[in-house]
């Protein structure tokens, strides 16, 4: 079993709609949680960032992470066209936080 | 603005044949970082390096060697290609603190035939 799990999509939506992206994980020692974007042909990255548990929000984009689930979601309110990436999941652990582990990554395809 | 810099882009080699990935950043951060990335596998930890000089496997090693003789270079090196090291290679830096905020170059595509 995979420390991470993230369904890797496709997710095709309509631009408007809200978008929730999620992963899984088996190690209940992470404390650390990120969201990177990858767009086609180019490098993660990092779009949120949060400790432990509760909800982060940055202008349209919101993080949850719900640490007795071992679940954390990611989500886009009014998706745009633009926002058509690749979702990476990554966690870490207390004292070892240069070792991210990263899910496979969600494939997001918001359409106009 | 932040740089991550990796000098080859699109790479094709044969198999048997040594092959050179560099990576550059200008932050002046100490973590550096070399991850493949295959579809349905994800990101992967190759090598990782503390400071110059410094290196640590991560975990898929196998088949790799790094070398960081200054701060801001970090090469990864394929002694031998084989057909399955054909991939996507990403450096990466990290900056103090360690909040887990990596810095991707934009990656080198390597195809060994």
């Known amino acids: 079993q995979k420390e991470v799990e993230q369904d890797p999509g496709p997710l095709s939506v309509p631009e408007g709609a809200i978008v929730s992206l999620n992963c899984t994980y088996s190690?209940?020692?992470?404390?650390?949680f990120m969201w990177y974007r990858q767009y086609s042909r180019k490098g993660p990255e990092l779009l949120m960032y949060?400790?432990?548990?509760g909800n982060k929000e940055d202008g349209r984009f919101t993080a949850q992470v719900d640490k007795s689930s071992k679940y954390i979601s990611l989500f886009i309110r009014d998706s745009q066209p633009s926002d058509s990436a690749t979702y990476l999941c990554?966690?870490?652990?207390?004292?070892?936080?240069?070792?991210?582990?990263f899910g496979t990554g969600t494939r997001l395809q918001v359409f106009p | 603005d932040v740089k991550v810099t990796q000098s080859s882009r699109y790479l094709v080699k044969r198999t048997g044949e040594k092959v050179f990935l560099e990576c550059v950043q200008d932050m002046d951060h100490e973590n550096m970082f070399w991850y493949r990335q295959d579809p349905g596998l994800g990101l992967r930890l190759i090598y990782f390096s503390y400071d110059v000089k410094m290196k640590e496997k991560g975990d898929i090693p196998e088949g790799y060697s790094v070398s960081r003789e200054k701060k801001e270079r970090f090469s990864l090196i394929l002694e031998s290609a084989s057909t399955n090291q054909t991939s996507m290679y990403l450096c990466?830096?990290?900056?103090?603190?360690?909040?887990?905020?990596?810095?991707f170059g934009e990656g080198s595509r390597l195809t060994v035939l």
């Open positions: 949060t400790y432990s548990s």
């Open positions: 990554a966690m870490s652990r207390p004292y070892n936080t240069d070792k991210l582990i």
């Open positions: 990466a830096s990290m900056g103090p603190g360690n909040t887990g905020e990596l810095f």
């Open positions: 190690n209940s020692a992470f404390q650390y």
